[in-house]
């Protein structure tokens, strides 16, 4: 199992910048990525971005241009830079990561995070 700690978030205006951090700990060989999903009151939890083992990224369409996730292998951490920060944002903002067991994946979140962008 792994254990996920998130760090960053708060309260921003609109247009300035955030980074998050996710730092997982415990049971993590075989490590095939983590990512950041976000998930607003009435809304579904969607896909913020993701980093693969190979360094592959993928963002939502919502994002892009304007997010960059980012690791450090050697911490097993990630991160995501938020610039040019719109009241669409925020959310709630999640830690996921990928573990391969087997020929199946587990899947561990971490406690979430508020983002709050004010107009």
């Known amino acids: 199992q792994v254990q996920l700690t998130e760090s960053g978030g708060g309260l921003v205006q609109t247009g300035e910048s955030m980074r998050l951090s996710c730092g997982a700990s415990?049971?993590?060989?075989?490590?095939?990525?983590m990512g950041w999903y976000r998930q607003a009151p009435g809304r579904q939890r969607e896909l913020v971005a993701h980093?693969?083992?190979?360094?592959?990224?993928s963002y939502g369409d919502s994002v892009k241009g304007r997010f960059t996730i980012s690791r450090e292998n050697a911490k097993n951490t990630v991160h995501l830079q938020m610039n040019l920060l719109k009241p669409e944002d925020t959310a709630v903002y999640y830690c996921?990561?990928?573990?391969?067991?087997?020929?199946?994946?587990?899947?561990?979140w971490g406690q979430g995070t508020q983002v709050t962008v004010s107009s």
């Open positions: 996921k990561a990928l573990r391969g067991t087997g020929n199946s994946l587990d899947v561990s």
């Open positions: 980093i693969d083992s190979s360094g592959s990224e």
């Open positions: 415990g049971s993590t060989f075989n490590f095939k990525g």
